[in-house]
Nanobody, 119 residues
């Protein structure tokens, strides 16, 4: 069993930065590949970024590439720069045994943290 807890969300203006953190306990700490997803009101949950178990490989959705950076040490982070209003969503971290952008492969999820970007 693994527990994931996100933090770092908030209300910012367009162009600002935020850093999300995901604290993992139990078996998730260095056992799983990790990903960030987001879900805006009325929309499906979508992939944002993923990082391999050892931190050596990262993947990004096209709409965040060049603006967001995923990293990990004992926790998993999502550095978000040049934020846009369309980045507004609840952001979730998740753990998977497979390094993938496929939502269905992630077996453990956090409760989410709200990010709101005003124009």
């Amino acid at each position: 069993q693994a527990q994931l807890v996100e933090s770092g969300g908030g209300l910012v203006q367009a162009g600002d930065s935020l850093r999300l953190s995901c604290a993992a306990s139990g078996r998730a700490s260095n056992t799983y590949h990790m990903g960030w997803f987001r879900q805006a009101p009325g929309k499906e949950r979508e992939f944002v970024a993923a990082i391999s178990r050892d931190g050596g490989s990262t993947y990004y959705a096209d709409y965040v590439k060049g603006r967001f950076t995923i990293s990990r040490d004992n926790a998993v982070y999502l550095q978000m720069n040049s934020l846009k209003p369309e980045d507004t969503a609840v952001y979730y971290c998740a753990a998977s045994r497979v390094l993938t952008e496929n939502y269905y492969a992630y077996v453990y999820w956090g409760q989410g943290t709200q990010v709101t970007v005003s124009s």
